[in-house]
């Protein structure tokens, strides 16, 4: 595979056949039944998903003890973004994004029972909150202040009075 390290490749193709040590002991030469500890998973080149690590999450949503996977897709253009939610391979909800989203994560609104999350899109300047995956909150992050030293250097550089490199060193 291309832009994978050969030793990193090989120890991907080592065979579940191979002895594996029962304990941690390394003179213990007791070998546990060969096992196959890669998890085989689906994969769908059409699915067309456009996204990173930190716009994805495992969360039982329901309570009901089955995890599904949340992605909040950044899609092709700047109309596709979505925020998708998986059992398995069948996709349970599909809702549109407004903004370009940049991470996700979970947590618990309430302590009702049963626990189900609520779902956090960080998407533009605002933190979307969907609970029961419904829309629940929309939180505006305030803007900050730009600091007037760094302001007066990009002004420089714009103006083509301040170089790359030492653009690169005053914002240092």
């Given at each position: 595979t291309p832009g994978i390290d050969t030793d990193l490749q090989d120890s991907f193709n080592t065979s579940a056949d191979e002895v594996v040590p029962s304990s941690n002991n390394p003179t213990d030469t007791s070998a546990t039944p060969p096992c196959d500890t890669w998890l085989n998973a689906y994969q769908d080149p059409v699915a067309g998903i456009n996204t990173s690590s930190n716009c994805m999450a495992l969360e039982d949503l329901n309570g009901d003890g089955e995890n599904k996977l949340i992605i909040a897709d950044a899609g092709t253009t700047s109309f596709d973004m979505r925020l998708k939610v998986y059992k398995g391979t069948s996709?349970?909800?599909?809702?549109?994004?407004?903004?370009?989203?940049?991470?996700?994560?979970?947590f618990f609104v309430d302590m009702n029972e049963p626990m189900t999350p609520a779902i956090a899109v960080a998407s533009g300047p605002y933190v979307y909150v969907y609970k029961n995956l419904r829309p629940y909150f929309k939180f505006t992050l305030p803007s900050l202040d730009i600091n007037p030293t760094e302001a007066q250097y990009w002004k420089q550089a714009k103006e083509g009075k301040l170089e790359l490199l030492s653009f690169r060193e005053m914002s240092e």
């Open positions: 996709l349970l909800a599909n809702m549109q994004l407004i903004n370009l989203p940049s991470g996700i994560c979970t």
